[in-house]
């Protein structure tokens, strides 16, 4: 007698890194939609969707992946979906570890940008060697952005992101006050003095008209990362010119 098929029962990871990412076509309501689409296009059944916002894929120390590996030590999912092989991991080691425990609990895996299917040998193949790839293509990526910045150091020029709360100046060297986004500053800090969560004062800040940096929505990790550089920016408020 023919054994029937267990049918899939899939749980989707989704993830981005930084509120830049959240605001493109990387964001997470864009990888959800994805792998919805999918699973109804190969009838699975998609049980969950778990997501890591504004973490890095360096290591798997990530709360929603940590949930996505309790299910399936459990056993209530057979099938891991991600939108993108390198939202599950920015590492090759650490992909093909979690691949190994995703074979040994029985655990097909679909990464739909690459179009891999861990069910077949063609597919457990091409996710190695797209992973290696991937790994590679950043190193270079990163070995070029190191030699660029010590070649700009090098020369006497600026280098690095122009800071919350501040404008460069014209020589490209110098930056200044920014009035409108030091009144920000300045906004957050008192409402985080009077135990406002981060959220409250996202939806203040929109609400009175302030900006960020590159113009797009308000979050909490971008609000966390602006106080956070306050020590460092902000020591002297009262500074009109700031080197970097």
């Not at 203040?204 to 920016?233: C, F, H, N, P, S």
Request: with cysteine; hydrophobic share 35%; net charge positive.
């Amino acid at each position: 007698m023919r054994q029937l098929q267990t049918a899939p029962k899939a749980a989707g990871y989704i993830r981005v890194s930084t509120d830049e990412q959240a605001e493109s076509r990387l964001s997470l309501q864009a990888q959800e939609e994805k792998i919805r689409t999918y699973v109804k296009l190969h009838d699975i059944e998609l049980l969950t969707i778990e997501t890591d916002s504004a973490i890095s894929g360096k290591n798997i120390d990530r709360p929603a992946l940590k949930k996505l590996l309790a299910l399936i030590e459990s056993g209530q999912i057979n099938t891991v979906i991600v939108s993108k092989l390198d939202r599950l991991s920015r590492s090759v080691m650490d992909t093909l570890r979690l691949l190994e425990s995703f074979k040994k609990a029985k655990v097909a895996f679909h990464s739909i940008q690459e179009k891999i299917d861990t069910k077949t040998a063609t597919g457990r193949f091409f996710l190695t060697i797209t992973a290696a790839f991937a790994e590679m293509e950043r190193g270079l990526v990163s070995e070029r952005t190191s030699a660029a910045l010590r070649e700009r150091r090098r020369q006497g020029k600026r280098a690095g992101e122009i800071p919350y709360g501040y404008n460069l100046q014209k020589d490209s060297q110098t930056l200044k006050l920014n009035p409108k986004e030091q009144e920000a500053i300045a906004l957050m800090l008192r409402l985080r003095k009077k135990g406002r969560s981060l959220r409250y004062i996202a939806k203040l800040l929109v609400q009175r008209d302030y900006k960020t940096k590159k113009g797009g929505e308000w979050r909490a990790q971008t609000i966390k990362m602006i106080l956070q550089a306050q020590e460092k920016y902000c020591a002297k408020p009262k500074t009109k010119n700031r080197k970097t």
